[in-house]
DNA sequence: TAGATTGTTAATCGATTAACAATC
DNA sequence: TAGATTGTTAATCGATTAACAATC
């Protein structure tokens, strides 16, 4: 309570801590109490010493020969995260990514609850999809000023974007998860966590691109290839 | 052809490249053939330097007081990325995010195209969604190797992505962009790349809790929400 | 005890930012 | 020309990895 926890922490220690969560979680499902942070390491590819450093940053000490309490880590890593009681969020945009959202099941092990949909189309107010409510966007900045949310997903088309974010922000939402390839520019007071999709795909594709340098490409051949499939199942 | 291009190239560089290629395609849209890299700094957030950099990386110069060339800028980028021309893909799992992905009408733009589907429940083959054939997972293996498909979107439930990823491996695929939040165990040879949406969430929430430390938490009274949503609207 | 694992300090590595002369 | 922008070198920053004594 009193010791030195810092009041920033690295982004990458908190990108790694759900990895931590999940690979403990299923240890525990399966009736182990510990795990040392070298075994932690080895199945996540990482340095023990990175673990060890990462759940201390958090407030978690290990035992030397046994290692790290399942049942305090696995509450102190969701406390810290926030993922240990529930935050309503609202999602805007239903389209296919939207609804694949409001059809996640695993929201409810993440701290978030989707409770209502908007989108623009003309949508009748009282529609449901999944259980969850779908209204107007028209309808969404009262309703969060109404309902004190805090958090939106934004699944909207890119070119609908920034508007949203921004009808999001005077509406009094904190932190938007972004799903759009677009840069919102919004106030400095908004929490804006962009899910780069494109990045990540940018990171296989040109690993894939042989060295980077040669002009050779794989593949191309994709007309062919439609016939083909058609044929060989 | 001859510069002292690296041959390996930093990652925070290839996950910023999506991002100029993006702003630059949207410039040249609007008709302009140039841009400073200060505008682009400007546009993203990000130091101009850092800018110059990343292009320089990758084989492109600028001309004071004028920039970089919009035209050769995304040629370039595109090259580098793989994205300039296209690479058949298989996409197995086709719950609600397999079949998002499916409809996504990006990927056109970067340098992949799904060209099937696979699921493990009994679809009829001959089954298409959205103009995707879809078939049993069992016709995978067979497909990759007679249609020399190198990539895989890998969005089967998470109890399913080791053993999914497993035979993938041995049918060929050379890359697989994994949206599970499993941490896969394959060949070293085979390129996996994760979506980590987790890990962004985790951010997200991490920052909303306060400074980390209180055991304060908000909204916890989603219940009342419903009720109040019922209500309200 | 022996030895696996811990926490911590120091060294390394890599990316970002600052500074500035060269350019058009 | 003047001055915005470039490319490049040096300084800073932050994260990862190595080393090792302390612990149970």
Not at 21 to 33: A, N, S
């Amino acid at each position: 309570m009193d010791s030195k926890l810092p009041t920033t922490y690295p982004l990458p220690t908190i990108r790694r801590l759900p990895h931590y969560l999940r690979y403990m979680r299923g240890l525990q499902r399966r009736g182990l109490v510990a795990v040392p942070g070298t075994t932690v390491a080895r199945y996540l590819n990482i340095d023990s010493t990175q673990v060890r450093k990462d759940l201390a940053c958090i407030g978690l000490a290990g035992k030397p020969r046994i290692g790290f309490d399942l049942a305090e880590s696995i509450d102190v890593i969701e406390d810290f995260l926030g993922w240990g009681n529930t935050s309503d969020v609202f999602l805007v945009g239903t389209g296919n990514l939207g609804r694949a959202l409001i059809s996640f099941d695993g929201f409810s092990d993440r701290g978030v609850q989707i409770i209502a949909a908007f989108d623009s189309d003309g949508i009748q107010p009282g529609t449901r999809y999944k259980s969850v409510p779908v209204y107007p966007v028209s309808k969404c900045a009262d309703l969060v000023s109404r309902l004190k949310v805090s958090i939106a997903f934004l699944c909207v088309p890119a070119p609908e974007a920034q508007k949203t974010a921004a009808m999001l922000g005077a509406a009094g939402i904190t932190a938007i998860w972004n799903f759009t390839p677009v840069k919102l520019d919004v106030s400095d007071s908004i929490i804006v966590e962009d899910v780069n999709m494109c990045s990540s795909l940018a990171l296989l594709t040109s690993r894939l691109t042989s060295n980077n340098n040669s002009g050779e490409r794989r593949n191309g051949d994709n007309q062919r290839n439609e016939t083909e499939l058609v044929a060989a199942v």
